[in-house]
């Protein structure tokens, strides 16, 4: 592994990826933001990369200005960011937050380019598409999500998925663990993005107060991993040491464990098979003493059940859902409706959601934009 693209370098996971380029002496041929010029700008002066592409087209204006005395490219739109990831690089990060990071992953792809995958939207909404190009073009995906590389590494040296009984994915329970649904009717939006273990972009920080994010990351496992659903269980662990686990038919359980750092997964999915030092602090269990396991409460957060019943549907559901989320995230952080509108938003939009094959970009996109539409038409706004 010597170059790499990052897409979404401005964000949590992509600063986190630079400190691993960094470390690792990689060359990052391109980066790209949303908007955030000011950011970008400092970092195409360190990594010195081909090109950097910005989604906002007069933000991209703006900094093709700032950075002329250097030989960095600026590129905008959406085709900016989608000729970015089809560079000749050993790998692409997509850290890009939403469905917006789909276009960009299927790009990768069709230019052969293996993917680290943060992104889990894009598997959540187009699972189907992309893991059936992935396979055509013979690119892997690697995950980064916590989890997916705690079950990932916890696969090395299976013999083969016959022996897998069960995926077990660990969730925090974020920061609303133990309430009732009563208790969440009037949390605030500071409340929800105040993460016990994680600092992360505000979307997958909801996410996680809603436990929306654990549903996402069942979706996301089916896809990684070929599992049923039915076969991926959740487990609440409040510490969030054990990352993940697999269960084999001989009762064996594998897990991969460490202190919360996600710039070991970003580590592992750029340099796999190999494995290097890393910046995280060493995990002495002595410290910790006691960690803990049990069943989530599925009634108050009921968007993990939500996605298990879309992932089950098929097709287009898992789109419709995500879909709804994003939008429904989105309207709680402008303080438009409440915590438990988002759950409301994702059960509505399924309710009204019709079955479409999820084998094209074309149905993905248009369930999106359903789901997107129904949620702005169940709050009048
Ligand atoms: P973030 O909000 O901090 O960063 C998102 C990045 O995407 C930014 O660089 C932003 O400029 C870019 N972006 C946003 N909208 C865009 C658009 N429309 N077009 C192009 N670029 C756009 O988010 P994050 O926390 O870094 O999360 C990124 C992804 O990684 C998400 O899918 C999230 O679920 C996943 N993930 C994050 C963590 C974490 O610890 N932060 C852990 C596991 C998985
Ligand atoms: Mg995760």
Redesign the pocket.
């Known amino acids: 592994m010597k170059s790499m693209v990052i897409l979404g370098s401005t964000g949590s996971i992509g600063t986190q990826a630079l400190d691993v380029a960094r470390l690792r002496n990689f060359t990052v041929k391109a980066l790209t933001s949303n908007s955030n010029i000011d950011l970008l700008e400092k970092q195409i002066r360190e990594f010195k990369p081909e090109i950097a592409a910005v989604a906002d087209e007069n933000r991209a204006a703006e900094l093709r200005i700032k950075v002329a005395d250097t030989d960095t490219k600026v590129l905008g739109g959406e085709e900016g960011i989608c000729a970015a990831a089809q560079l000749d690089a050993d790998k692409v990060l997509n850290s890009i937050v939403g469905i917006a990071g789909l276009k960009p992953t299927l790009a990768a792809i069709e230019a052969g380019n293996d993917i680290a995958l943060a992104n889990k939207e894009t598997l959540v909404a187009g699972g189907e598409l992309v893991t059936t190009r992935a396979k055509e073009k013979g690119v892997a995906i690697l995950p980064v999500?916590?989890?997916h590389s705690a079950i990932f590494q916890s696969l090395q040296g299976s013999p083969g998925k016959q022996s897998v009984k069960r995926l077990i994915l660990t969730a925090s329970g974020g920061p609303f663990f133990g309430r009732t649904r009563d208790d969440l009717k009037d949390v605030t939006v500071e409340q929800a993005l105040k993460h016990p273990n994680w600092s992360m972009g505000a979307k997958i920080t909801i996410d996680s107060a809603t436990m929306m994010?654990k549903g996402l990351?069942l979706i996301e496992a089916a896809w990684l991993f070929d599992m049923p659903a039915d076969k991926i269980d959740i487990l609440v662990h409040r510490q969030s040491v054990v990352h993940s686990l697999v269960e084999y038919v001989d009762n064996s359980v594998i897990a991969q464990l460490g202190v919360p750092d996600m710039r070991v997964p970003i580590q592992y999915a750029l340099t796999y098979p190999e494995r290097y030092e890393s910046p995280a602090k060493q995990l002495r269990l002595e410290d910790w003493k006691t960690l803990t396991f049990e069943q989530p409460d599925y009634d108050t957060f009921s968007c993990i059940n939500l996605c298990r019943q879309a992932i089950t549907k098929g097709g287009v559901y898992p789109a419709a859902a995500n879909g709804a989320n994003e939008a429904a995230n989105k309207l709680f952080r402008e303080g438009k409706i409440k915590f438990l509108d988002i759950a409301d938003a994702v059960s509505g939009v399924l309710d009204s959601t019709e079955f479409l094959p999820c084998d094209s970009l074309e149905n993905i996109l248009l369930a999106d934009s359903r789901a997107r539409e129904k949620v702005h038409e169940m709050f009048g706004c």
Do not use: L, V, Y
């Open positions: 999500d916590s989890e994010n990351e």
